[in-house]
């Protein structure tokens, strides 16, 4: 005798070798004894052969109109076997009961399973939902199917190209036209991003970069609301100074400016003057909740996103000419030895006389102008000679604490584009890269001027018992990484005993929040924890540095990945065939005279610190990749540089991998699978 029987939702069938009142023992034809509850078995049959059953009966399904079967089955409960004699004939066989068995299980559409081989026909309107929802799917598969054959033709859909990034980054892996990309890949054997690009759906490589950030980080676009700029509505005393600032030309927000006062008299007061957006508008008011949106200014060649509208910075930047609202530090000190003798932080108008720009001073204002080694033919000298030699003096005790001095072995790049007036940039503009080495003159006495107030900011703060957002660095060994916090700590980095941002407010939000905590400050003393607009242990101030850490390494991804654009570009506007570099670590290499960090064949195995010349093979503006060949070999290694790492090495070859892609080629179900899809790049 044999037996049919329902096992995990599968039917089985097999010769029975032992039968109990609760369950039996069956055989299947592969030879495995399986031990199954009488419940379970829903037909006991001597012939045909279980195998022939099953095959017979699969057949018979397929021939069952179910629509007609759904007019013939009873209203009440009722079984397969039910079902057969009314639909076949009175004397419907086994085959053509098990073949209604089999139909009437998977359309549960038409048919409620009710267990034990019973069945209930469901309601008229569930069940034309369900078809409804059926022809759907159909329709859905067809779509995903032409898709899918156009993108393998090389056509991009209407469809798929407007959800490019969205597919690309953060998917929705049930939509039809992610099914359809992950099928064309699949079908073309093809990357993802290589099958989109051959389809027409990336119109340039630098819209692909600029419109993926856009979708990340600003999917409501990036204008503004309508704002004006709050008066400030106290009336601040006039400050008896002539403040300048140290900016390159291309800056609007000018955040910071100095002055000096009784020089030749022994004792100096200098001024640390800071931009007071703060004064004008207070936390949760319309100007706040734009600027706590954005959290930072993002800056990238040839244009740039403010973090408050041009109207708002306008009205409180350091413009030359204008008497500014500023928070300001005067720091009392020996002329000669630069002994702070005092500290007093005052709310005022600060007169701006200039604004100096380093850009087109660096070459006029140098080390031997401020030192009186060569003639100073220029305004400010007397001011800007102190402050250098206080900048050098910072410097120094700087480095005592930090056990060793800064390097400035690398220049900074600027990047001038070509026709951009203003406009976003194309991507097809000329670009024109120049070098300017870190740590000149104007550089210093700016770096140490704002390094002074955060410090010193930071320190008032603390002794106040008003809380901030301080930046701090347990160490400089390997791996130990600045982190943001509400309590003061040292800063081995910077060699300082406390760090602040809090001189930036026209571009950072932290800076604009510590700059409301120190008005409190300035006007409290004391008691300023009790008006402070962020109290200790303020869930706030934790909510802003986790915003701002995620958005500010965001901001510096792309800012890094779209200068990489462009020097890349570079190489092909210019012809460079070969680069000079240095080798970092296992084959990465840093160019010398562009800001390129790449990969190189043939240098593996070459000791950190070899010069090398690279020839460029070809680059990729889509994935940002170098690719480039040993051509030669420069120099021996220093036997200094041989075992020094640079800080960042372990970082950049980090950041040197693949382009992750929220695409999944390999699952079988596209929905249901997370893992990323690469395609070969090189980042920066």
């Not at 079984?79 to 419907?92: I, K, N, P």
């Not at 469809?159 to 359809?180: G, I, S, W």
């Not at 031997?368 to 007397?382: I, N, Q, R, S, V």
Request: charged fraction near 25%; hydrophobic fraction near 45%; charge should be negative.
């Amino acid at each position: 005798m044999y037996a049919l029987f329902e096992e995990a939702g599968k039917f089985l069938a097999g010769r029975v070798m032992t039968e109990a009142d609760t369950s039996m023992q069956i055989e299947l034809d592969s030879g495995k004894r399986v031990k199954v509850k009488a419940a379970n078995v829903l037909l006991k049959f001597d012939k045909p052969q279980p195998a022939d059953l099953i095959a017979s009966a699969q057949t018979i399904a397929k021939e069952i109109d179910l629509d007609l079967a759904w007019e013939f089955a009873p209203e009440d409960e009722f079984s397969f076997g039910d079902l057969a004699r009314e639909y076949f004939e009175a004397s419907a066989g086994i085959e053509k009961q098990a073949g209604a068995l089999f139909r009437l299980f998977e359309a549960p559409h038409y048919f409620r399973r009710l267990g034990k081989g019973n069945f209930r026909k469901a309601p008229e309107e569930i069940v034309k939902a369900a078809l409804l929802g059926i022809e759907r799917k159909k329709q859905i598969a067809a779509q995903i199917d032409t898709w899918a054959g156009d993108l393998v033709r090389g056509e991009c859909p209407p469809a798929v190209r407007e959800q490019l990034y969205k597919l690309l980054f953060k998917p929705d892996k049930n939509a039809p036209e992610y099914k359809a990309v992950v099928e064309a890949a699949k079908l073309s054997q093809k990357p993802p991003l290589e099958l989109l690009k051959a389809a027409g759906a990336i119109d340039s490589p630098y819209q692909f970069h600029w419109r993926r950030f856009l979708f990340e980080n600003f999917p409501k676009g990036t204008g503004f609301p309508p704002l004006q700029a709050p008066a400030i509505k106290e009336t601040l005393p006039l400050a008896t100074v002539r403040a300048f600032s140290i900016d390159d030309s291309q800056t609007t927000e000018i955040d910071d400016a100095l002055s000096v006062q009784g020089l030749g008299s022994g004792s100096v007061v200098f001024g640390i003057h800071i931009a007071a957006p703060g004064l004008a508008f207070a936390p949760d008011t319309p100007v706040d909740q734009v600027a706590r949106a954005r959290l930072s200014t993002v800056y990238m060649p040839g244009h740039k996103l403010t973090m408050l509208p041009d109207e708002v910075v306008q009205a409180y930047t350091l413009i030359a000419g204008r008497e500014c609202p500023a928070v300001s530090l005067y720091l009392t000190m020996d002329e000669a030895s630069f002994a702070i003798t005092a500290t007093e932080t005052k709310l005022e108008r600060v007169p701006i006389a200039a604004n100096l720009r380093h850009d087109q001073l660096d070459t006029v204002i140098t080390e031997a102008t401020l030192l009186g080694e060569a003639p100073a033919d220029y305004e400010f000298a007397p001011e800007l000679a102190f402050a250098f030699r206080l900048a050098r003096h910072l410097k120094a005790q700087r480095e005592v604490v930090r056990g060793k001095p800064e390097n400035f072995n690398r220049p900074d790049y600027n990047f001038r584009l070509e026709g951009v007036e203003g406009g976003e940039p194309q991507g097809t503009e000329r670009v024109l890269i120049t070098t300017r080495q870190r740590g000149s003159a104007l550089d210093l006495i700016v770096a140490e001027a704002m390094i002074l107030a955060n410090s010193t900011w930071g320190g008032w703060l603390a002794e106040c018992g008003v809380p901030g957002i301080y930046r701090s660095q347990a160490s400089m060994a390997p791996g130990v990484k600045v982190r943001m916090s509400t309590k003061p700590a040292p800063h081995a980095g910077m060699g300082v005993a406390q760090y602040t941002w809090a001189t930036s407010p026209l571009r950072r939000y932290v800076d604009l929040v510590n700059q409301w905590q120190i008005i409190a400050c300035a006007r409290h003393g004391r008691t300023a924890a009790l008006a402070a607009p962020f109290k200790p242990k303020d869930v706030q101030l934790f909510a802003i540095i986790s915003g701002f850490d995620s958005a500010y390494a965001e901001y510096n991804g792309f800012q890094q990945s779209i200068e990489r654009y462009w020097a890349l570009r570079s190489l092909t506007q210019d012809g460079i065939a070969e680069l000079d570099a240095v080798v970092m670590k296992d084959g990465l290499v840093r160019a010398d005279t562009l800001p390129l960090v790449f990969r190189v064949g043939g240098a593996e195995s070459l000791p950190r610190g070899a010069h090398v010349r690279a020839r460029v093979v070809g680059t990729d503006l889509l994935t940002l990749d170098l690719h480039a060949t040993l051509a030669a070999r420069l120099d021996d290694v220093p036997a200094d540089a041989a075992t020094a790492a640079e800080p960042d090495a372990d970082e950049l070859a980090e950041g040197a991998g693949p382009l992750t892609l929220a695409i999944d080629v390999q699952g079988d179900d596209a929905a249901d699978s997370a893992a990323a899809q690469t395609a070969d790049t090189t980042t920066p």
